[in-house]
């Protein structure tokens, strides 16, 4: 499994949250501007797709790392405005990236706007809130371009917070990956999340995105995805991306957290042995009315 003991310095390049968007550093603005401008291409072999509500403090951050990609593909960016109603629209305006209003509330209709417009052979789908490596695109790119694999999906490691320090959230994210290990062999589509998950758009657009969920649309897309071949598992470092803690909220100190991981994924175990072959059914409490 992979361990990320300290945070590296690419991390820390773009890791700059916003906390009050009328002291903006003009030099932050006009280097992510400057490294934009590779990133519309008339003909994209990769089309990146990035959802954000509401997230004024992290969408720059964002940007940032998707403009230093180091790639040998052509690249296009586009950002879904999912309703929000912070700022988040008038930052994306003043890097000038390419983006889409969508009014309707819902991270698959999120994605399926950029779905829509997407120009790109691959579509590689990202959240707001994660940081990536300029190596992630061509890694990511690099295995869907092998014979029988539809999907590819990687894990995320977690920047420290005031109350959370790296070297806690090592622990977590070693329990957790060793996890999604096991389930990538017969349930990948368990693992996949939404802030590190690419296919061909091509395949993408025939299935189309669930928008009737409120989460889980990566996972109903990668298992419908399965039709066209297998889901891989990139595990390396230069496909692992960085995101906030955000989903670690509301459930307790690491350890408690490690403990309730151990204790669901015990309760799943027997997931890791059988594969699913007729799908998942929608629960109530997540759909959208």
């Known amino acids: 499994m992979l361990v990320a003991v300290t945070v590296p310095s690419w ?13 903006l550093p003009e030099k932050f603005i006009q280097q992510i501007r400057e490294n934009l401008q590779d990133k519309k291409p008339p003909q994209p072999l990769i089309s990146i797709g990035i959802i954000a509500y509401n997230e004024q403090k992290r969408i720059l951050s964002c940007v940032s790392s998707l403009a230093c990609q180091k790639s040998k593909y052509p690249i296009e960016i586009i950002i879904a405005n999912n309703n929000s109603t912070d700022h988040t629209q008038e930052l994306l305006d003043q890097v000038g990236v390419i983006s889409v209003f969508q009014d309707k509330q819902g991270a698959g209709f999120a994605r399926q706007a950029i779905m829509d417009i997407a120009k790109g052979t691959y579509l ?4 707001a809130d994660t940081l990536y490596p300029p190596t992630w695109a061509d890694e990511m790119v690099r295995h869907l371009e092998k014979k029988g694999i539809s999907g590819v999906y990687s894990m995320d490691n977690y920047l420290p917070d005031g109350k959370r320090g790296r070297f806690g959230l090592m622990f ?8 999604q290990y096991l389930k990538s062999f017969n349930r990948p589509e368990l693992s996949v999340g939404g802030s590190s998950f690419g296919f061909r758009l091509k395949e993408g657009k025939e299935i189309g995105w669930h928008t009737g969920i409120k989460r889980g649309e990566d996972g109903a897309m990668a298992f419908s995805l399965k039709k066209f071949g297998k889901l891989k598992f990139v595990n390396t470092m230069k496909a692992r991306v960085w995101a906030t803690t955000r989903s670690l909220e509301n459930h307790g100190n690491l350890f408690t957290i490690i403990l309730q991981r151990i204790t669901k994924e015990a309760s799943r175990l027997r997931e890791y ?6 799908g998942y059914a929608d629960r109530e409490d997540n759909l959208i009315n």
């Not at 991390?11 to 002291?23: A, L, W």
């Not at 590689?124 to 959240?127: A, K």
Request: aromatic share 10%; net charge negative; hydrophobic share 30%.
């Open 273 to 278: 042995f059988s594969k699913e072959k007729k």
């Open 124 to 127: 590689l789908n990202g959240d």
């Open 11 to 23: 991390v820390k390049q773009h890791n700059h949250p916003i906390e009050d968007i009328h002291e």
């Open 172 to 179: 977590f994210e070693l329990f957790r990956d060793i996890s």
